[in-house]
């Protein structure tokens, strides 16, 4: 089971930008479609965005399209999630998450088995 450590969380005003990160340990990053999800405090966890093992498709809650952007680079094992035009309603704990199966595409509905500990994002008004 791979370890994802997320980092690049923090404090940013309404409008700014924050860009989230997840390396991955263990072989076969490239495998896996990635995921990133966040909760909310007195909020279920829900799906944020995800890309496919390739990096060719990605997906969006409806939420952040058109703000977040989700990418990876399968060389460093890492997958990121740039977030521009926060808004305080962003402000959750971010977690990003790995496929249990080769070859997906990252949807909302994929099986994501392994969790990284999660980075917080503020979003102040």
């Known amino acids: 089971q791979a370890q994802l450590v997320e980092s690049g969380g923090g404090l940013v005003q309404a409008g700014g930008s924050l860009r989230l990160s997840c390396t991955a340990s263990?072989?076969?990053?490239?495998?896996?479609?990635m995921g990133w999800f966040r909760q909310a405090p007195g909020k279920e966890r829900e799906f944020v965005a995800g890309?496919?093992?390739?990096?060719?498709?990605?997906y969006y809650a409806d939420s952040v399209k058109g703000r977040f952007t989700i990418s990876r680079d399968n060389a460093k094992s890492t997958v990121y999630l740039q977030m521009n035009s926060l808004k305080p309603e962003d402000t959750a704990i971010y977690y990003c998450?790995?496929?249990?199966?080769?070859?997906?595409?990252?949807?909302?509905?994929?099986?994501?088995?392994?969790w990284g500990q999660g980075t917080q994002v503020t979003v102040s008004s």
């Open positions: 998450a790995r496929d249990r199966v080769i070859n997906g595409m990252g949807t909302p509905e994929n099986d994501f088995g392994s």
């Open positions: 263990g072989p076969g990053f490239s495998w896996y479609a």
């Open positions: 890309t496919s093992f390739t990096g060719f498709r990605t």
